[in-house]
């Protein structure tokens, strides 16, 4: 490569790194005036230090290893458990970056409205249907950021689950069970027959935020999850134009995706992916409290 050649390259790597390095830069400058605002696992204005030392505490009570660890010189080396730890991370980490894929699908979506209502901000030519499609790929971004979004809203609450199989059965494997099948476990096992895991808010809020086929509930999250993974990407489908030629026997899916989890509009899709995150930062407290629970009644290390 050289020439013309390499100086085109040049510019496009010069692009690509310029885009990289700006995007983390533009979401935090851009955050301030989302609307709706993206929900955090801290109270606004808050640093997160409290937060922070309730999770190192309950960490240590389920046997991981303590923040501070005193020994004498001739002392052995303590032995700790490094899976509540581990468990516990995969938790806030999946929340943090459920939270920056949907803050990357709104400033997707931002983007889009702006040069599809100001053409005059990204001229584009018009000849040969080539803006057209450049509006089309602008939108499929904003769509294609949506899918990995609802896919990973799914995953912070299997990441959940994992931590409560450990809590309260002590199982350590990480592919296991999702967090229906875990709280299902717990109902079955534990919540009938001890009151005060039962009588736990906390236990109430979890248990309806799985049992709920609303937008915002665990059911609904769970179909449009599966829709997404195993059948159909995330978008509407644009009604055939004319006389269909036959009728079509295999529509069941169909019929899932236009009256069960039909896809909105890009505003109302936003939406329901931030209430969903929103549940997700309200139930955090009520999933340590479950935690705490399970290390006050089992015994650990």
């Known amino acids: 490569m050289e020439g013309a050649d390499l100086d085109r390259f040049t510019e496009i790597l010069a692009a690509v790194v310029t885009t990289v390095a700006n995007e983390p830069v533009i979401?935090?400058?851009?955050?301030?005036?989302?609307?709706?605002?993206?929900?955090?696992?801290?109270?606004?204005?808050?640093?997160?230090?409290?937060?922070?030392?309730?999770?190192?505490?309950?960490?240590?009570?389920?046997?991981?290893?303590?923040r501070l660890i005193i020994m004498g010189k001739d002392d052995p080396k303590p032995r700790y458990d490094e899976y509540p730890s581990a468990a516990m991370h995969e938790v806030l980490n999946m929340f943090h970056r459920t939270r920056r894929s949907i803050t990357r699908a709104q400033m997707s979506l931002i983007g889009s409205h702006l040069i599809q209502e100001q053409p005059e901000i990204f001229p584009f030519p018009t000849e040969g249907g080539v803006r057209a499609e450049f509006l089309e790929a602008v939108e499929s971004n904003f769509w294609e950021l949506a899918e990995n979004a609802y896919i990973r809203l799914a995953s912070y609450w299997d990441r959940v689950g994992q931590l409560l199989d450990f809590a309260f059965f002590g199982i350590r494997q990480f592919e296991r069970d999702g967090f229906t099948v875990v709280v299902d476990r717990m109902r079955n096992n534990l919540a009938l027959v001890d009151p005060a895991l039962s009588a736990l808010p906390a236990w109430a809020s979890l248990r309806a935020f799985q049992m709920s086929e609303k937008e915002d509930g665990l059911k609904w999250l769970l179909r449009r999850r599966n829709l997404l993974v195993?059948?159909?990407?995330?978008?509407?489908?644009?009604?055939?134009?004319?006389r269909e030629l036959f009728e079509a026997e295999f529509n069941h899916l169909d019929v899932a995706l236009r009256e069960k989890l039909k896809p909105g509009t890009p505003r109302q899709e936003l939406e329901r992916m931030h209430w969903q995150l929103q549940k997700a930062a309200e139930l955090f407290t009520s999933v340590l409290k479950l935690c705490e629970h399970a290390a006050s009644v089992r015994r650990f290390g």
């Open 27 to 66: 979401l935090a400058q851009l955050e301030p005036h989302f609307s709706p605002k993206p929900a955090s696992l801290t109270p606004r204005g808050s640093n997160g230090k409290e937060l922070q030392q309730r999770v190192d505490r309950l960490v240590e009570r389920l046997g991981g290893v303590p």
């Open 230 to 242: 195993h059948s159909l990407y995330l978008r509407p489908i644009v009604e055939a134009k004319g």
